[in-house]
């Protein structure tokens, strides 16, 4: 799907009969449009989603993959100085949590 959207081709998805799913995918498709999301942040979010909720959850409930892109990106606004450009939380919120995943991480000003 991602791949058709980046070369602007249509995609024809067939659900089976499967009307909750077939919901579930047009009110997804039409969030992450509303929210100019491009294919890039996308990958890099379900990339996101697979390492650090899919393999980090070992045993724990797992959170579902539109659940957590809808709040994922709900919560974040990169035109305000309140959250990174890469859909996360701020250097603080991080701090707050244990640190950077990154040891290198600062935030330099001009």
């Known amino acids: ?12 998805y067939f659900t089976f009969e499967d009307k909750d799913l077939c919901d579930d995918m ?9 929210q100019s999301v491009t294919i890039g942040d996308l990958w890099r979010n379900l990339h996101r989603y697979r390492t650090d909720v899919l ?17 994922l990106y709900t919560v974040c ?10 859909a996360g939380p701020t250097a603080q919120v991080k701090a707050a949590a ?13």
């Open 77 to 86: 606004d990169s035109d305000t100085d309140e959250y990174e450009t890469e």
């Open 98 to 110: 244990g640190g950077s995943r990154s040891p290198n991480y600062r935030a330099e000003t001009p």
């Open 26 to 34: 047009a009110g997804m498709h039409d969030f992450l449009t509303s």
């Open 55 to 71: 393999r980090r959850s070992a045993g724990v409930s797992k959170p579902k993959l539109f659940p957590y892109l809808y709040q």
């Open 1 to 12: 799907m991602m791949a058709a959207a980046e070369a602007g081709r249509d995609l024809a």
